[in-house]
């Protein structure tokens, strides 16, 4: 049972289900790779501040076994939200060159977001968009994502199901 942090800021009531360590797995696909199955870790977390802190880290997964044959993602960012508590942004880093800025709303145990902009390194691969949709189903964290990339108008990319751990 998730248990509200007293120490919790008002502004970030509306995201405290998201605080924590979720592991679980999903599946990923999309128009210019071959469909697969990953496992994934998020962690979120506050330091008293008016955001969340928030590093998600996946690997490829055997079909077979499960077993884990790679490293395949990993983005590092902040959830934002606003004063009005419906609107939220996330800001993501990742290591592929890639910086994302999402902008959405938040309803009771439910995000919809939209990037607001993306920014890529020159040595990145081509990426243009993307929208996520998080939610609390049963105490699980579920969520999908699709995205603009490799000259492929919005297309979903991935989807998953994660169990709160600790």
């Known amino acids: 049972m998730f248990e509200l942090d007293v120490n919790l800021p008002e502004r ?21 790779i071959e469909s697969m199955h990953y496992g994934q870790e998020i ?36 959830w934002r939200p ?17 910086l994302e800025m999402y902008y959405g709303q938040m309803e009771p145990a439910k995000i919809t977001l939209r990037t607001d902009s993306v920014m890529r390194s020159p040595h990145a691969k ?23 990339a490799a000259g492929e108008p919005m297309t979903p990319h991935l989807s998953a199901q994660l169990k709160r751990v600790g």
């Open 12 to 32: 970030l009531r509306p995201l405290a289900w998201l605080i924590g360590r979720w592991e679980g797995a999903g599946v990923l696909g999309y128009p210019t």
């Open 43 to 78: 962690r979120c977390w506050h330091d008293g501040r008016a955001f969340l802190q928030w590093e998600a880290r996946a690997w490829i997964l055997d079909s077979e076994n499960g077993e884990r044959v790679r490293p395949a993602s990993i983005e590092t960012g902040f």
């Open 82 to 98: 606003g004063e009005d508590g419906r609107e939220v942004e996330l800001l993501l880093a990742h290591p592929t060159g890639i």
């Open 126 to 148: 081509e990426y243009n968009a993307a929208t996520r949709l998080y939610g609390l189903v049963e105490g699980d964290l579920m969520y999908t994502m699709d995205m603009a």
